[in-house]
């Protein structure tokens, strides 16, 4: 039995969770019910981190105590991992008495040792940050994390003597290939190693900040929220410095961590959590894996922004096991990606609804037909057959590996070749012919081959889509669907009754009104923002509905090598207008198009029909000033002459925002 114990971070108790909370929650979630079918050993760590300026502030802003806000936000982070299906084994929250005692104890501990010292401290503090800087650090003379204000401060602290430990943990990275991952962030860390690491202050002046855990040996000062924070991996599975007093259960634990984190955090994951369990006598995790970041448009999610995600809006508009897939299969684990609705929506349509749903309900509904609803036998191979069953022996062996290295998306999408090829399997062997010439044996196999992959793809899937995968089980005959056999396309039991029932995921027609909603509000509250950094688009399935709307042309996000050059004549032959949008509908005939009535300043205002109603609801779009392609040749769009065209936003995943006039300007000028 392999021992895992999976953690993510403590989440901060400033502000409500957000999409990036549910990710490495899910994904850490996803991991542990893998290995819980393997029959490993497994404990799951997450929690919320409570001490420290950013919450302190928080509180203040709310006028309440410190530990009444805590109570309340670290219930929210609690409710968003029952939402999204999280089964952790332990929730720690870094005010609970059983963590604060720990670091009390390890604290002390590593005083008595020498590795905390009394020093005289000077440098740049960033409130925000929550941590010193050198001038060097300093951007633009401010703190270059958080881009705020720094304040010059001397004062006596307490260090922990990181550098000491510094030459063990290169060491460490050295022979222990595996310790860091993803390998493309491994070189950050080897190259912030490079340099001399120096000593870590641990301590904060209770005058200046004093909601933290209180120094055993200096009742003037509490622990820096870091040095707290990161012992929430020891604290919670019963460590202690004294042998004596440690659980039982310790060992089991210890190291068998994979420490799931944000690539923001890979560095004091790595260098102060590290060099901290060095000087504990502890060796590091086994894994420490950064992921990367959701952005939305290339930006950084942020209140000011207001384009922060929530993930329970997701839940209420898509369900919780399609925010689990969406999240874990769009960006590699490791990588950064943009969120957008349109992406979602692809993502949800293509691959559930209409791959894996699809299959399931063919496979399901002509043996239900045809074959009396139970589990047909399986007939001799044919060399489709086999070429069929070498690709199920392909993933059966692939999937593990990938998924167990957290490589989430690779893993779907090799088993999305077998989903992909069941389909073509029935494509090609076409039951229906088989049923019309009577050819009942050969109808037989080819459809159990087809329940078979489903029956696999349950399988592989459940750590992703637990109850959806069930439901498939269920509807395959299957009380259980353990992960024996799944390179295999004999793994149903002949007979068993078969239930096809509705489909497993309904195909969305459009975005949920929800979303529809909440763009619209964000679109009508948003400030005026600077262009975002150009990126790469993320990668979407081919099947945007946006892209057959011609009124509306979005934008790609602008290509490495950079659009083909025109010539200032070729510019200057299109004609853009400001105009005012008068009045604005839906378009009888066509769910994504709007038609609205705009003037340009002309003698009547015009019609124009636009790609936009997945994004805008019509009445947010009346009173608006847009940017309008004047000298189209007028063109019929689902039976409504459109008379020019709106300029948007967005790339294949859909428009994303309207471009618009930030200055109050007459209807009918000049765009250049
Ligand atoms: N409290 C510290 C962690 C201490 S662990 C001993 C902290 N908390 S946090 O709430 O700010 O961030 C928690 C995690 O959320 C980090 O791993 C961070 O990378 C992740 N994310 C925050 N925003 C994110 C995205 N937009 N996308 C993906 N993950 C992101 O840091």
């Known amino acids: 039995m392999r021992s895992i114990y999976v953690t993510t971070p403590i989440y901060y108790v400033n502000d409500k969770p957000h999409i990036g909370h549910a990710y490495t929650s899910i994904a850490a979630d996803a991991l542990c019910r893998w290995h819980r079918r393997c029959g490993d050993d497994v404990w799951m760590l997450t929690g919320t981190d409570e001490h420290g300026q950013k919450v302190l502030r928080s509180a203040a802003l709310r006028g309440i105590s410190p530990q009444a806000h805590c109570d309340e936000l670290s219930e929210h982070f609690r ?53 010193f800087w050198t001038e060097k650090d300093l951007i633009d003379g401010k703190c270059p994390d958080t881009g705020q204000a720094v304040e010059w401060v001397t004062e006596k602290n307490w260090f ?25 962030r491994k070189s950050e860390v080897v190259g912030a190693l490079r340099k001399e690491i120096g000593d870590l202050c641990i301590s904060r002046p209770k005058e200046r900040m004093s909601w933290g855990i209180e120094l055993p040996f200096d009742p003037d000062y509490v622990t820096y929220v870091w040095f707290d924070a990161l012992l ?12 004596a007093q440690r659980s039982p259960d310790f060992d089991r634990r210890w190291p068998a961590a994979f420490h799931l984190v944000g690539k923001d955090i890979l560095a004091t994951h790595s260098i102060y959590w590290s060099t901290m369990l060095f000087a504990l006598g502890l060796p590091p995790a086994r894994c420490l894996y950064a992921h990367g970041w959701w952005m939305v448009e290339g930006r950084k999610m942020s209140k000011s922004l207001g384009n922060v995600v929530d993930p329970t809006m997701l839940v209420r508009a898509y369900g919780a096991e399609q925010l689990r897939y969406f999240l874990l299969r769009e960006i590699p684990f490791g990588g950064d990606g943009d969120f957008s609705h349109q992406a979602f929506f692809n993502r949800t349509n293509a691959d559930l609804a209409n791959d894996l749903g699809n299959l399931a309900h063919r496979a ?3 043996s239900e037909k045809w074959l009396g609803g139970v589990v047909p036998a399986l007939d001799a191979d044919t060399e489709a057959d086999l070429a069929l069953g070498a690709l199920a022996a392909k993933v059966g062996e692939g999937f593990g590996p990938l998924f167990e290295a957290a490589q989430f998306s690779k893993a779907l999408e090799l088993l999305w070749e077998l989903v992909s090829a069941g389909n073509k399997y029935i494509d090609s062997q076409a039951p229906w012919a088989l049923n019309k010439s009577g050819q009942v044996a050969r109808l037989g196999g080819v459809l159990r081959r087809s329940l078979e992959i489903c029956r696999i793809a349950a399988a592989l899937l459940a750590p992703i889509l637990p109850s959806k995968s069930q439901e498939l089980a269920d509807k395959l005959g299957l009380p259980e669907n353990p992960l024996q056999r799944v390179g295999s396309l004999d793994g149903l039991i002949d007979g068993a009754p078969l239930r096809c029932g509705e489909p497993l995921f309904p195909r969305l027609l459009e975005l949920p009104a929800e979303v529809t909603a909440a763009l619209s509000a964000a679109l009508a509250e948003a400030p005026p923002e600077p262009a975002p950094k150009p990126k790469k688009s993320p990668k979407t399935p081919t099947s945007a509905p946006m892209s057959e709307t011609t009124a509306a042309p979005a934008a790609e996000a602008t290509p490495a090598a950079g659009p083909a050059l025109i010539e200032y004549d070729d510019f200057a032959k299109i004609a853009l207008r400001t105009g005012l949008v008068k009045d604005a509908a ?8 709007l038609v609205l009535t705009i003037d340009l300043g002309e003698a009547q205002p015009r019609t124009i029909v636009a790609g936009l109603a997945q994004t805008y609801a019509p009445e947010v779009l009346v009173g608006q000033t847009v940017v309008v392609v004047a000298n189209l040749k007028p063109i019929k769009l689902r039976g409504v002459e459109s008379h020019g065209m709106v300029l948007a936003v967005g790339g294949d995943a859909g428009v994303q925002a309207l471009a618009t006039a930030s200055a109050p300007v007459a209807p009918g000028t000049v765009v250049r």
């Open 79 to 131: 409710a968003l991992l029952r939402l999204v299906g999280v089964q952790n084994d332990d929730f720690i929250r870094t005010t609970e008495p059983r963590h604060t005692r720990v670091v009390q104890a390890v604290l002390q501990h590593l005083y008595d040792r020498g590795d905390i010292y009394a020093a005289d401290y000077e440098g740049w503090y960033s409130t925000a940050a929550e941590r």
């Open 586 to 593: 839906r378009h009888p005939k066509a769910d994504r198009l």
């Open 364 to 366: 399901l509904s002509m």
């Open 160 to 184: 922990f003597k990181m550098g000491a430990y510094a030459d063990q943990l290169r060491a460490w990275i050295d022979e222990n290939p595996g310790f860091l991952a993803p390998a493309s």
């Open 232 to 243: 929430n991996y020891l604290s919670a599975v019963g460590y202690h410095p004294d042998p």
